[in-house]
């Protein structure tokens, strides 16, 4: 680490002029050697050359300012007692004093052999320089916490001296903190990043723990076990009101108090910021606790992650199909189908998408699930073609994921043709969410699969990302409405206007409407009057087995 | 000019005081050309005859630290004597010291003519 390429300055600072001499005589070679004869004249030298000093020689006893004055004004700056001091004595009495007052080490008088002080100088000053290293890694630049390594670090030790101490897993975060950046301007941030690390440092030292920030808005503190962090919640909330804030910014408190001695700390804390995520969207809620219902999810999930896989390949997955009716005739007529799935787990039980599907959208995996549903389904449109000469178009689900899969296009081109079925016959469905998140490269994808012949519905129409005018340049054969625009059809005369607009903007852009979700004959005939052509909901039928669906085909 | 013979024949360490001096002669030389000016010697009789004895244990001090480096035994003996009491401030008869002092400081300059 010690780079021997360049020249350093040292200063020697003592009042007779023989021993600066001596001195200067012995470092000339390998340093430039700057002098003092007082502490008075050493400080102005040490003033004007800052960091770029690495070292002071320093004797204790001379006129105007002595030795330990120096060391006393250097340690109350931040530069300047990072600076190493060797201290130049005939006294070992003085070593004590000088150790306190922040010495790194000692010449004696009368001075040693000349390639003993330089190893001397040479080890102090790539010791500290290796420290500053450190340092600098050591802190986040912006609040002087500590980073995420060195947390991590120093709360092992901590537990290596405190066997047995019970310890607290705090996270801290701001509530939408990109959006305050983008209101209030970068500086303005940093700004409220600042003072939510003052408080949390002040914390952590009055509380013997520590505090880092790991990034963004997240921090982190490794505390003794406490009851309650109200008052940590408090502190920060009045801490970081600004008056320019008008968007009322909140902050939530992650809490992991359940710490086995043998969970690796990283995930103590992710489990901290997985219990504050749950009420990052809660107005009112400023502490989440990480409990056993909460770990009891976890460990659930990470089962799920482990078995889907497998599960695939032993048929657990189940692909159920929903019927969709067209009620533009007197009787409705089965039109179409959704395919959704059940997990047959062979310890959980039935369980419903519900309770997978987004984990499997958050880790990716869902891509596995969505291939295999994509094939089913298009195995079953040509059953019904074979045995009961219909065409039952069936919808699936296409992730936001597997859009970003280039080869995507073909390989459902691929499906459909070993399936020996047209490309129409697949109807895909694509979230309004996922429309309005990456739009460019989304409306490419799209644009091919139209080209080749595939059907395209938007899912979840309504449930707000989309604007009019996005809407008029999506590739789009079909919108398709949640139930929960639905809900309240007849009561509530403001959703009935919403989905007469709904239905409108569909007309205007020459597009049918599919509403879900629909359950009770009101509810159709209204939809009806509105001029909705096609209907999918338990009032006809809830999702089938494929067997289940062969009588619903005979019977129409 | 003073020759490294003859401060040998004083009495001083000169290879010692060479080698402190990382290795150069000249500079050896010249700062003990130093010594013979130097008021540390006049400032500690003139001290202690004042009775100062703070102002006379920095001046010993400082000139002690100066001889030792440079070896100079015969100078430094009764001034590192003087030095340690004068650390303590212990007030007694320094006069034999300053004595021998004076004695070795007139060789010392002899070695200059």
Known sequence: ?556 | MVTTEALKNFGADTDEGITRCAGKEELYLKLVGRIREDAGFSDIKDALEKKDLDRAFESAHKLKGALANLSLGPLLDPVDRITESLRHREDRDYSSDLAEMEVKKKEFDALFA
């Not at chain 1, 130049?88 to 010449?107: H, N, P, R, V, Y």
């Not at chain 1, 060195?150 to 975060?173: C, H, I, W």
């Open chain 1, 1 to 556: 680490m010690y780079f021997s390429n360049i020249k350093r300055n040292v200063l020697v600072v003592d009042d007779e002029e023989i021993n600066r001499e001596i001195l200067g005589g012995i470092l000339e070679e390998h340093y430039n050697v700057l002098y003092a004869e007082d502490g008075k004249k050493a400080m102005s030298v040490i003033e004007e050359q800052g960091p770029l000093l690495s070292l002071v020689l320093l004797d204790l006893m001379m006129p105007v300012m002595d030795g330990f004055a120096v060391m006393e004004k250097m340690q109350e700056d931040v530069v300047y007692k990072n600076i190493p001091i060797i201290v130049l004595t005939s006294e070992e009495s003085a070593e004590i004093e000088s150790l306190k007052k922040g010495a790194a080490d000692f010449i004696k008088k009368p001075y040693d052999m000349p390639e003993k002080i330089i190893a001397r100088v040479k080890r102090i000053i790539a010791l500290y320089e290796e420290r500053m290293i450190i340092q600098s890694t050591e802190r986040d630049e912006l609040t002087g916490l500590l980073s995420r390594n060195y947390f991590y670090e120093y709360a092992s030790l901590q537990d290596k001296f405190n066997p047995g101490r019970r310890m607290d897993a705090v996270t801290v975060n701001i509530n939408h903190f990109h959006l305050y950046n983008e209101l209030y301007g970068i500086p303005e941030g940093n700004k409220a990043i600042k003072k939510v690390a003052d408080i949390l440092r002040k914390y952590a030292e009055e509380n013997d723990g520590i505090a880092c920030r790991s990034e963004g808005d997240n921090f982190s503190l490794y505390l003794p076990h406490r009851d309650s962090y109200e008052d940590l919640a408090k502190e920060i909330r009045d801490g970081i009101y600004f008056a320019e804030d008008v968007y009322n910014t909140q902050i939530r408190l992650g809490i992991n108090q359940q710490i086995d001695e043998d969970d690796r700390l990283e995930m103590a804390f992710d489990r901290a910021r997985m219990a504050g995520d749950t009420i990052a969207d809660k107005q009112n809620r400023f502490i989440a606790y990480y409990d056993s219902e909460m770990r009891k999810q976890q460990i659930f999930e990470e089962r799920l992650i482990r078995d889907i896989a497998n599960a695939i390949v032993k048929g657990e997955i189940k692909v159920m199909y929903q019927p969709k009716y067209d009620i533009t005739k007197d009787a409705p007529a089965l039109k179409g189908a959704e395919a959704l799935v059940r997990w047959n787990h062979p310890e959980f039980g039935m369980l419903s998408p519900g309770s997978f599907i987004s984990l499997f959208e958050e880790n990716g995996m869902i891509q596995m699930m969505d291939r295999y549903v994509w094939q089913q389904a298009a195995l079953q449109v040509k059953k019904w073609k074979d045995e009961f000469d219909v065409t039952i178009p069936i919808s699936v689900n296409v992730s936001r994921i597997d859009i970003q899969d280039p080869d995507i296009v073909a390989e459902l081109l691929q499906i459909v043709k070993d399936a020996d079925v047209a490309p129409s016959d697949l109807h895909l469905e694509i979230t309004e969410s996922a429309y309005a998140s990456d739009t460019k490269q989304l409306i490419e994808t799209v644009d091919r699969f139209r080209k080749e012949g595939f059907v395209i519905e938007m899912d979840d129409f309504g449930s707000g990302y989309s604007s009019l005018n996005m809407l008029t340049s999506l590739p789009i054969d079909i919108l398709k409405v949640d139930m929960r625009f639905v809900e309240d059809l007849l009561k509530d005369q403001k959703r009935m206007r919403m989905m007469e607009l709904v239905v409108e903007i569909a007309e205007f852009l020459e597009v049918p409407v599919t509403v879900e979700g629909v359950e009770e004959k009101e509810q159709v005939d209204a939809l009806k009057k509105l001029g909705v052509r096609m209907i999918q909901g338990y009032y006809f039928s809830k999702p089938v087995s494929e067997r289940e669906f062969a009588y619903l085909i005979r019977e129409a």
